[in-house]
């Protein structure tokens, strides 16, 4: 599966070539991110993912850490460049995300972006400086362990069954220049999508929801039934899951308060 990931980041993200997604990407190839779920390489995910890098013309792709289990692999990364429609201002957001293979090809990913972080940079004319790259992601992995993975599994379990309130009040959400501005949401339910387990790191993508309680800007009033979708990278030690990396996608709070506002604008007589 490296080499599919390999190709994946520099023969089809940084060398912008859907060709080359083609030749390692399921036809029928699955992107979950946020509530959006986009079903079929050529006929949503390219689009999707062009009219991207229209966007940033110069978009660069560099990880911070990779964990595979041989049959998943999970990045954390960052994607940076200047933006076409904002000349001279650039950013750098940080992104987690987890990939399956199956039959010899890429076949579906979960992935949070800090979307929220990098409209912040854009607005400001300031990027952030990417963070230091993993020096050589491709090599020395460990070889897949089932019992790590169940491990890990319930490890994971436990610690979002836990969860009351998001952010955690342990763990860095959403590093960065805007990564103080968090909705505050009071937790109903959480759901893990998709996890990778390598030695004693862990990635995971899950979905929360609950009540909002504010902390976001101009977005609405608490009280408001919201989802949030994370993507984290963390540590296994004692069963216990600690050192959390987290990127929330807080965009998709802030359409899900504007839509309940602009619901109740609609029946004010």
């Keep these: 599966m490296l080499d599919l990931m390999r190709r994946y980041v520099h023969g089809f993200v ?136 169940e491990q890990a599994e319930v490890a994971l379990q436990q610690w979002l069954g836990r969860l009351t309130s998001w952010p955690p009040a342990e763990g860095a959400v959403d590093a960065g220049s805007s990564g103080s501005t968090q909705p505050r949401i009071e937790v109903t339910s959480v759901v893990l999508n998709a996890f990778v387990v390598e030695g004693a790191r862990v990635a995971f993508n899950a979905t929360i929801a609950g009540t909002y309680r504010g902390g976001l800007p101009d977005a609405g009033d608490p009280g408001v039934p919201v989802t949030t979708a994370i993507g984290a990278f963390a540590r296994l030690a004692d069963g216990e899951l600690t050192d959390l990396d987290a990127i929330s996608n807080r965009v998709l709070v802030q359409r899900q308060l504007r839509a309940a506002r602009e619901g109740t604008a609609s029946r004010t007589p």
């Excluded at 940084?14 to 029928?28: C, E, F, K, L």
């Excluded at 460049?81 to 750098?92: F, I, L, Q, T």
């Design 14 to 149: 940084n060398a912008q070539d859907p060709d080359a997604a083609r030749s390692i990407m399921a036809a029928d190839y699955r992107l979950h991110m946020g509530s959006d779920t986009l079903v079929g390489r050529d006929d949503q995910y390219l689009p999707a993912v062009l009219h991207q890098m229209a966007q940033f013309p110069g978009l660069g792709f560099s990880i911070h850490e990779l964990i595979t289990d041989g049959t998943r692999t999970a990045l954390l990364f960052s994607e940076h460049g200047h933006a076409e429609r904002s000349p001279g201002h650039g950013a750098a957001w940080r992104g987690v995300s987890i990939y399956r293979a199956e039959n010899g090809l890429l076949a579906e990913c979960w992935v949070e972006q800090d979307h929220f972080g990098r409209r912040h940079q854009l607005a400001v004319g300031e990027a952030e400086p990417v963070r230091p790259v993993a020096l050589d992601p491709w090599s020395a992995h460990e070889p897949a362990d089932d019992t790590r993975r």
